[in-house]
């Protein structure tokens, strides 16, 4: 099973961007504790990161018959792109939405995600661990739908 990481702007400066609302760790040390968890439930992943909508979007494009879910953090992209939404339909990949804060205890415009009634579910507000649990959910959906 191969799940692919897709990490959106800004989060290569995790670790110096407000590190109150999203933790002190790197984006490598995220990916390698995401690695770990991956090994531990026998996956492969695949990780990916731009600040740009449309090496996001050709990303995700690349991604049709080559992967078997997609977890995705869109970051501000989750509130404005429909780019992205529209290349997450057009691979019909299952893939789980993260965010590393509680996007519904943030500002008003952070409600609103573009991907989330496509998604197969959403996990947010747990820091790190939000992509520890999206592997996991996403991992045994996977399964299931192999098994169904």
């Known amino acids: ?26 984006l490598d040390e995220i990916n390698n504790l995401i690695l770990k ?10 990780f990916f990161q731009s600040n740009a909508e449309g090496d996001i979007v050709s990303k995700i494009q690349n991604l049709y018959g080559e992967s078997d879910g997609i977890i995705i953090n869109a970051a501000a992209y989750t509130h ?5 939404r529209d290349a997450l339909l057009a691979v019909n990949i299952p893939f789980v939405e ?16 573009y991907l989330s009634d496509i998604a197969v579910g959403v996990i947010a507000g747990f820091g790190f661990k939000s992509y520890e649990l999206a592997l ?11 098994q169904a």
Do not use: C, W
């Open 80 to 84: 404005t792109s429909i780019a992205i």
């Open 98 to 113: 993260v965010h590393l804060s509680n996007v519904y205890k943030r500002e008003s415009f952070r409600h609103f995600s």
């Open 136 to 146: 996991e959910a996403l991992v045994n959906y996977l399964t299931a739908q192999e």
């Open 37 to 46: 968890k991956a090994h531990s439930l026998n996956v492969s992943v695949d």
């Open 1 to 26: 099973m191969i799940i692919n990481i897709i990490h959106g702007p800004n989060l290569n400066m995790l670790s110096k961007r407000e590190p109150s609302l999203y933790g002190s760790l790197t």
